[in-house]
Structures are given as structure tokens and as C-alpha cells.
Nanobody, 114 residues
């Protein structure tokens, strides 16, 4: 059974930084591609960044240069470091683990506001 628990949400001022963490309960963590998605109010859930078990990363254009995804396979944890935040980054951020199927965390909300 796969369980994902996000942490690190909250309130951040524009231009600030935040790091989200996702602790995974997965027996073979390195076999899973991990990703962060976000869902803003009234919008569809969208991919933000992904990372393979070997560490290859992808970041969507809107986050490129500002967001960094990483993982610690020993801790079975994936991170999303977010810098230079704007109000458009306000959303619920979901951790995702994918192998034969997708697994989702419960989501972490953070708001960018002054």
C-alpha cells in the first residue's frame, strides 16, 4: 500500500520561498517516478515537476528557474523547493507517485499573499 504525506504549506509573501516535502511509505521507492502537481481554485490539477528514481527531472515552463524538485531515496522523501513566489503559485500542491498506477497525497495548501 502506498501512502504519501505532504508537509510544508502555509502563507508566504510574494517573492518568498518555501519547501514542500512528501514522505512516502513505499517499499520500492526508487522504482516510482515522483511528481508534484498543483490545483488552483477553479482550475484543473496540473503537473509542476517530476523526478525519476534515477534523479532525472522535468519542470514545467511556468516554474522553470524558480522551482526545483529533488528526492532523497534513503529517506523516501521528495521535495519541491519554490523560490520567487507569486500569487499565481497559490494552490493546493499534491504529491504523486507513479509506477503501474498513480497514487496521491492529501495535498498541502499554501497561499502567496502580502
Amino acid at each position: 500500500q502506498v501512502q504519501l504525506e505532504e508537509s510544508g504549506g502555509g502563507l508566504v509573501q510574494p517573492g518568498g520561498s518555501l519547501r514542500l516535502s512528501c514522505a512516502a511509505s513505499i517499499a520500492d521507492f526508487t522504482r516510482y517516478e515522483m511528481a508534484w502537481y498543483r490545483q488552483a481554485p477553479g482550475e484543473q490539477r496540473m503537473l509542476v515537476a517530476s523526478i525519476t528514481g534515477g534523479g532525472a527531472t522535468k519542470v514545467v515552463n511556468s516554474a522553470m528557474g524558480r522551482f526545483t524538485i529533488s528526492r532523497d531515496n534513503a529517506k523516501k522523501t521528495v521535495y519541491l523547493q519554490m523560490n520567487n513566489l507569486t500569487s499565481e503559485d497559490t494552490a493546493v500542491y499534491y504529491c504523486n507517485a507513479a509506477r503501474n498506477r498513480r497514487h496521491w497525497g492529501q495535498g498541502a495548501l499554501f497561499t502567496v499573499s502580502s
